[in-house]
């Protein structure tokens, strides 16, 4: 059947369009002013953020295409050169609207609430007189002018470093001028606040602000002529050939100086600089036209999440959301009886991150335990885990940990938390070559009574204390003994040079995830040619995988119902006549990170549901070692397909994207008003 579509790219969605659109939802909730004021302004500065992620990653990726002659269309049927002329009109638009909401509705209402973001040109005399002093006394020593001539060339401007350019003239010279260039501090707060007499008012001055009113004192005998704030976004698309690299922690450490020095591919000024100063950063920074992107205010809006964490203003940010403890453990002082009775599931953040901690740091006291296996891709800064990890192997039990040093931006962060761990004791290791371990679980070996007993936990989200408060993510404590084989095999294939095991309860990438998971979807449509009953449901962050939608258009055509939660990416098309009519696409965008990744087959009345590590794109599937596994406690698959149910109801955080890729509102009126994240925190699945 899949003949009557072929490979059409009308079909397909592109995938960093797709990815856009994402951000334009998370744009639409900074928007939203049923959102409390400091929430929205999270929002903001998360779409800014994303976009430089996006632009030193994927946007970055395209130009390399472009420069090395690659006219191969993607799925969707555009060349590299289509698609970052499509990117370009896109954020174009998206940053307009983003910087009209930030001045036209954000600095109103702040003012409104009593916080003000004070201009240069609105500060009183006594103001000015104590930015003065602050200044001289803080921000002076910091700065370092750098001036450009034939003495001194032009400097290296480090990516996403928040600058000022100007010209000087001297007082003896005025027909001459010198083009300098002065870094804004980023060891120094962003916003400062002005000294108010009144408690409910409370006034800030960006710091570059600052800068610009006082600039002249670093150039004595100069004056300063329109200084002017600009950012630079460079490429940081790494690539580290792993083969040929001696030490793979010294390859990553030397590529990683390369990330901030990389070509540039973005341009931010103030919309007001100066056409002087716009054309020597273009040729200094050898950046073309469509690259130069014009600010309408502070460039760089991350700092807006700062106020989430500024004191007093409870009543802008969202009531305090206190996690709770799975009703499986309350009072249970010990985490290991409990598992042996049933298997446990965990629902971050509304059910506690605090069991995984302890079933870490319990393994490392417990005189019982052997040997703890875990893998590690993105964790905290101060993580209770690895100082578990680091006891245990003081107190001379086996700990191997697999820590993935190529997580991106979170290379260095690893790099450090290895040497630490092989300090401690530890044996460390990188994963295979050419794949990163992406793949959440923890083995604990354990010698009781009747024997060695293996305990797992395995996750669909980060071992990463802070994460798990504001991620949605699903956990699984087990001792089922196909789990523990299996998780042993995997271990054994991680560390070791075991060919890839078969595996009782397991699916990995890049080995047979991928053909599972089309395997069901089969299943699906063949249950649907025979008259039966078959349903869909997944939800995942991203679904890209060509393979994948195609099973999806041939299920639907045969009549299976298809439901896809997909937070970012989707480049299936829904609703299309004649392919997809039985397709149905939400993303959920709202307080919490969607970051479950679950899938449901109906099965003829059998129902089966899988929990994975991995999204439905190929750098998952092919690229990164990623577990699913099916969940075979009846209770906890019933709590999950529940789940999925009061998801499918939201009418508040969803959005339902039609054939065209774009995403809209759920009409509520005359239903039932469901936000699913706000459900789940009042209401535990158990009920």
Same mark, same amino acid.
């Given at each position: 059947?899949?003949?009557?579509?072929?490979?059409?790219?009308?079909?397909?969605?592109?995938?960093?369009?797709?990815?856009?659109?994402?951000?334009?939802?998370?744009?639409?909730?900074?928007?939203?002013?049923?959102?409390?004021?400091?929430?929205?302004?999270?929002?903001?500065?998360?779409?800014?953020?994303?976009?430089?992620?996006?632009?030193?990653?994927?946007?970055?990726?395209?130009?390399?295409?472009?420069?090395?002659?690659?006219?191969?269309?993607?799925?969707?049927?555009?060349?590299?050169?289509?698609?970052?002329?499509?990117?370009?009109?896109?954020?174009?638009?998206?940053?307009?609207?983003?910087?009209?909401?930030?001045?036209?509705?954000?600095?109103?209402?702040?003012?409104?609430?009593?916080?003000?973001?004070?201009?240069?040109?609105?500060?009183?005399?006594?103001?000015?007189?104590?930015?003065?002093?602050?200044?001289?006394?803080?921000?002076?020593?910091?700065?370092?002018?750098?001036? $450009?001539? !034939?003495?001194?060339? %032009?400097? +290296?401007?480090?990516?996403?470093? /928040?600058? =000022?350019?100007?010209?000087?003239?001297? #007082?003896?010279?005025?027909?001459?001028?010198?083009?300098?260039?002065?870094?804004?501090?980023?060891?120094?707060?962003?916003?400062?606040?002005?000294?108010?007499?009144?408690?409910?008012?409370?006034?800030?001055?960006?710091?570059?602000?600052?800068?610009?009113?006082?600039?002249?004192?670093?150039?004595?005998?100069?004056? $300063?002529? !329109?200084?002017?704030? %600009?950012? +630079?976004?460079?490429?940081?698309? /790494?690539? =580290?050939?792993?083969?040929?690299?001696? #030490?793979?922690?010294?390859?990553?450490?030397?590529?990683?100086?390369?990330?901030?020095?990389?070509?540039?591919?973005?341009?931010?000024?103030?919309?007001?600089?100066?056409?002087?100063?716009?054309?020597?950063?273009?040729?200094?920074?050898?950046?073309?036209?469509?690259?130069?992107?014009?600010?309408?205010?502070?460039?760089?809006?991350?700092?807006?999440?700062?106020?989430?964490?500024?004191?007093?203003?409870?009543?802008?940010?969202?009531?305090?959301?206190?996690?709770?403890?799975?009703?499986?453990?309350?009072?249970?002082?010990?985490?290991?009886?409990?598992?042996?009775?049933?298997?446990?599931?965990?629902?971050?953040?509304?059910?506690?991150?605090?069991?995984?901690?302890?079933?870490?740091?319990?393994?490392?006291?417990?005189?019982?335990?052997?040997?703890?296996?875990?893998?590690?891709?993105?964790?905290?800064?101060?993580?209770?885990?690895?100082?578990?990890?680091?006891?245990?192997?003081?107190?001379?039990?086996?700990?191997?940990?697999?820590?993935?040093?190529?997580?991106?931006?979170?290379?260095?962060?690893?790099?450090?938390?290895?040497?630490?761990?092989?300090?401690?004791?530890?044996?460390?290791?990188?994963?295979?070559?050419?794949?990163?371990?992406?793949?959440?679980?923890?083995?604990?070996?354990?010698?009781?009574?009747?024997?060695?007993?293996?305990?797992?936990?395995?996750?669909?989200?980060?071992?990463?204390?802070?994460?798990?408060?504001?991620?949605?993510?699903?956990?699984?404590?087990?001792?089922?003994?196909?789990?523990?084989?299996?998780?042993?095999?995997?271990?054994?294939?991680?560390?070791?040079?075991?060919?890839?095991?078969?595996?009782?309860?397991?699916?990995?990438?890049?080995?047979?995830?991928?053909?599972?998971?089309?395997?069901?979807?089969?299943?699906?449509?063949?249950?649907?040619?025979?008259?039966?009953?078959?349903?869909?449901?997944?939800?995942?962050?991203?679904?890209?995988?060509?393979?994948?939608?195609?099973?999806?258009?041939?299920?639907?055509?045969?009549?299976?119902?298809?439901?896809?939660?997909?937070?970012?990416?989707?480049?299936?098309?829904?609703?299309?006549?004649?392919?997809?009519?039985?397709?149905?696409?939400?993303?959920?965008?709202?307080?919490?990170?969607?970051?479950?990744?679950?899938?449901?087959?109906?099965?003829?009345?059998?129902?089966?549901?899988?929990?994975?590590?991995?999204?439905?794109?190929?750098?998952?599937?092919?690229?990164?070692?990623?577990?699913?596994?099916?969940?075979?406690?009846?209770?906890?698959?019933?709590?999950?397909?529940?789940?999925?149910?009061?998801?499918?109801?939201?009418?508040?955080?969803?959005?339902?994207?039609?054939?065209?890729?774009?995403?809209?509102?759920?009409?509520?009126?005359?239903?039932?008003?469901?936000?699913?994240?706000?459900?789940?925190?009042?209401?535990?699945?158990?009920?």
């Amino acid at each position: 059947m899949r003949n009557c579509y072929g490979n059409k790219k009308e079909y397909f969605i592109n995938r960093e369009l797709s990815w856009l659109e994402f951000n334009h939802r998370v744009l639409e909730e900074a928007k939203d002013k049923s959102n409390p004021l400091f929430e929205r302004l999270k929002f903001l500065s998360i779409v800014s953020s994303n976009l430089d992620e996006f632009f030193m990653i994927r946007v970055a990726s395209l130009k390399d295409q472009v420069n090395a002659n690659y006219i191969k269309t993607d799925s969707s049927g555009l060349t590299p050169m289509e698609q970052l002329d499509l990117i370009e009109n896109r954020v174009r638009r998206m940053v307009y609207e983003q910087y009209n909401t930030y001045n036209r509705s954000f600095i109103p209402q702040m003012k409104k609430n009593g916080v003000s973001l004070v201009d240069k040109n609105d500060l009183t005399n006594e103001e000015r007189k104590y930015l003065e002093q602050y200044f001289i006394d803080v921000i002076f020593p910091v700065l370092t002018p750098m001036a $450009v001539d !034939s003495s001194r060339p %032009f400097p +290296i401007i480090l990516g996403k470093t /928040l600058n =000022i350019a100007m010209n000087i003239k001297n #007082d003896k010279n005025i027909s001459d001028s010198v083009f300098a260039i002065v870094q804004v501090p980023s060891v120094l707060p962003r916003l400062k606040q002005l000294p108010v007499e009144k408690r409910e008012e409370r006034r800030y001055v960006l710091l570059e602000e600052i800068i610009i009113m006082f600039v002249e004192k670093l150039f004595l005998g100069y004056d $300063v002529v !329109s200084p002017f704030c %600009f950012r +630079i976004t460079r490429n940081a698309d /790494l690539t =580290i050939d792993e083969e040929e690299a001696e #030490d793979l922690l010294k390859e990553i450490e030397k590529t990683l100086k390369k990330r901030k020095t990389g070509a540039a591919i973005r341009l931010e000024i103030d919309s007001k600089m100066d056409d002087k100063l716009v054309q020597i950063l273009k040729k200094s920074m050898e950046v073309q036209e469509g690259e130069i992107y014009k600010i309408n205010g502070p460039i760089d809006l991350t700092f807006l999440n700062a106020f989430m964490f500024f004191d007093g203003y409870d009543n802008l940010k969202y009531p305090v959301h206190n996690p709770r403890t799975p009703e499986d453990l309350i009072d249970k002082n010990d985490i290991y009886e409990v598992i042996q009775r049933k298997d446990i599931m965990l629902f971050h953040p509304f059910e506690s991150f605090h069991p995984v901690v302890e079933f870490i740091n319990r393994a490392a006291n417990d005189p019982k335990v052997l040997s703890i296996k875990q893998t590690l891709y993105r964790v905290s800064g101060d993580s209770p885990i690895i100082k578990s990890l680091k006891k245990a192997a003081g107190r001379g039990k086996q700990v191997t940990v697999l820590v993935e040093v190529k997580a991106r931006f979170d290379e260095e962060n690893n790099i450090q938390w290895a040497k630490q761990l092989e300090k401690a004791g530890c044996h460390v290791v990188y994963g295979l070559v050419g794949l990163k371990t992406h793949c959440k679980i923890t083995l604990v070996v354990r010698m009781e009574s009747h024997g060695v007993k293996r305990y797992v936990h395995l996750s669909t989200g980060n071992y990463n204390d802070i994460t798990a408060k504001f991620y949605t993510d699903i956990g699984v404590f087990t001792c089922r003994e196909s789990f523990g084989e299996d998780a042993t095999s995997l271990f054994n294939m991680l560390t070791g040079c075991s060919d890839v095991p078969n595996m009782r309860s397991f699916c990995l990438a890049p080995y047979n995830l991928k053909s599972t998971i089309l395997s069901l979807i089969k299943n699906e449509a063949e249950n649907a040619r025979l008259g039966k009953m078959s349903k869909i449901v997944i939800k995942m962050n991203a679904l890209v995988d060509t393979d994948i939608i195609k099973e999806l258009y041939d299920a639907s055509l045969v009549g299976v119902q298809i439901e896809l939660i997909i937070r970012g990416i989707c480049c299936l098309k829904p609703g299309v006549d004649g392919l997809s009519e039985n397709i149905r696409v939400r993303s959920i965008v709202g307080r919490f990170l969607e970051h479950t990744r679950v899938l449901y087959f109906y099965n003829d009345g059998e129902e089966k549901v899988y929990l994975t590590s991995a999204d439905l794109m190929p750098r998952n599937l092919y690229r990164r070692v990623e577990l699913m596994f099916g969940v075979e406690d009846t209770s906890l698959k019933s709590r999950l397909v529940k789940m999925l149910h009061v998801i499918l109801a939201d009418n508040v955080k969803a959005r339902l994207m039609n054939s065209e890729g774009i995403y809209k509102k759920i009409d509520r009126r005359g239903k039932k008003i469901v936000n699913s994240q706000n459900y789940f925190i009042e209401n535990d699945l158990l009920e």
